[in-house]
């Protein structure tokens, strides 16, 4: 079963939601599972790209923008718009404002909430939807 986890971070901004983003996937990384992380639009993309790069000093995760070329040695972290294939799905960082396809087979979600009421109010949908399909889900408030 899909477990799914809402980090509901003390901060407003979406820099910090990004930055928390890429500790998580890179301590998913240094445990060798597969990260994507679904974004609303090629904007919210290149944010990560970019900070997957340089968000700690001396930090190197090697990642790829969907759609990845065919790689001998993929990348185990993705970053795209439109969900990975099935096999490559392990830990699926949600940053788009909608709820990820219910039929693939995440072993996690994980949902990052900036304090900020429109956020806040996205999230709970999200977490109702999540609750309807059975998901087992867990609260972390930073």
């Known amino acids: 079963m899909t477990g799914v986890s809402f980090y509901i971070l003390e901060q407003e901004t979406e820099l910090e939601k990004y930055i928390f983003a890429c500790k ?5 990384y240094r445990r060798g599972q597969f990260s994507f992380v679904l974004t609303k639009d090629d904007r919210q993309s290149q944010i990560m790209d970019d900070l ?6 001396g930090s190197f995760i090697p990642h790829d923008k969907m759609p990845a070329t065919a790689k001998a040695n993929p ?8 969900p990975a ?3 490559q799905q392990t830990l699926l960082v949600n940053l788009s404002e909608k709820c990820p396809d219910m039929d693939s087979q995440n072993a996690r979600i994980i949902e ?10 996205a ?3 999200r977490y109702k939807q999540y609750q309807s399909a059975g998901f087992s889900i867990e609260t972390h408030r930073l």
């Open 24 to 28: 998580l996937i890179e301590k998913a």
């Open 52 to 57: 997957l790069w340089s968000f700690r000093p």
């Open 112 to 121: 990052i909430i900036e304090n900020d009421e429109t956020a806040k109010a």
């Open 85 to 87: 294939t099935d096999d």
């Open 75 to 82: 990348p185990r972290v993705l970053i795209g718009k439109a």
């Open 123 to 125: 999230g709970r949908a």
